[in-house]
């Protein structure tokens, strides 16, 4: 995508994101936030929605609505205003409506983590949770889900219902526009929490997801297990049970056992194979084939029924 977005931009459409349909009046746009508005239109992020029928009454001191209607003779929508002491025009702005274009913003995201911005996300829950791809954050592929509207019911409940009907695959990454902080609730497959205004670099001109933060996030909060009954190296290459080192060479075999290792501390001693294998970019379709050659995996890794773990 590459489209300059400034940050303003992007918080307008967050903000925008958390109403119940994403769509604002013309007169909010034009009143506070003529520059973002009018960015976000020319990008594409906002598309012009339906014809308002309320309008602000521009006369009056404690501003409220009226319902307009249309003057065939001058071709332009009006109402009786007090405060004008008669007929008033509506300016066209006020009768515009303005709706965020979802498929704009998920191809923004998409771009920020690396994805096709062509590939839709798949929807889990309409209008609500949707999975976005599955991207490399840091070292490893992760699971990137979007949700919006968390904080109100029933959209809390629904997102954690979606998500527990998807354990047993490595932990990944909830974006959320909602303002509820939701960082220390723990989520069905211990997907991280992250609202994405707090994540936005600041640039006078162009802003970006910060997804080395999100990366250095992901490691220094994940809630692992004290006292495992195993040790291993930064990179997985090495896994101490009881003495006994395994050895693991191959980077693709080595991200194989650093997914299980990292499901373990969550605390899923086991996941499914192929949801590992797909998020560590394998085409090995079996564990077999990924580990073709290795002496004594089957000593350490376990797996059967769909499912993979580590025998400790």
Request: proline share 5%; with cysteine; charged share 25%.
């Amino acid at each position: 995508m590459g489209q300059r977005v400034s940050k303003e931009v992007m918080e307008l459409l967050a903000e925008m994101c958390e109403a119940v349909t994403p769509r604002t009046g013309g007169e909010k746009i034009s009143d506070f936030f003529p520059k973002e508005g009018a960015a976000a239109i020319q990008l594409g992020a906002l598309r012009q929605g339906p014809m308002q029928t309320w309008v602000p009454d521009r006369y009056s001191d404690d501003l409220h609505y009226v319902e307009p209607e249309f003057d065939a003779a001058t071709g332009e929508h009006r109402y009786f205003s007090l405060g004008a002491r008669g007929w008033a025009t509506v300016p066209k702005e006020d009768m515009m409506s303005w709706d965020l274009d979802m498929d704009w913003l998920f191809g923004w995201i998409s771009d920020q983590f690396g994805l096709p911005v062509q590939t839709k996300p798949k929807v889990l829950v309409p209008d609500v949770l949707w999975h976005v791809g599955n991207p490399w954050i840091g070292k490893r592929r992760c699971g990137l889900f979007f949700a919006r509207r968390m904080g109100f019911n029933p959209g809390f409940d629904q997102v954690v219902d979606a998500l527990r009907d998807r354990t047993g695959e490595p932990p990944g990454v909830l974006l959320t526009t909602s303002r509820w902080s939701v960082r220390n609730v723990a989520f069905p497959g211990n997907h991280q929490v992250m609202r994405l205004q707090d994540f936005l670099l600041d640039s006078k001109e162009m802003t970006s997801i910060d997804t080395d933060a999100v990366a250095r996030l992901i490691t220094r909060i994940r809630g692992r297990r004290r006292n495992l009954p195993f040790d291993y190296s930064n990179n997985y290459s090495t896994v101490t049970v009881n003495e006994r080192i395994f050895v693991f060479r191959g980077d693709t075999q080595q991200q194989a056992v650093g997914a299980l290792v990292e499901a373990y501390e969550w605390g899923h001693e086991k996941i499914r194979t192929d949801s590992m294998l797909f998020m560590i970019g394998s085409k090995a379709g079996q564990l077999m084939r990924l580990f073709k050659g290795h002496p004594d995996w089957t000593d350490l890794i376990g797996y059967g029924g769909g499912f993979c773990w580590l025998k400790v």
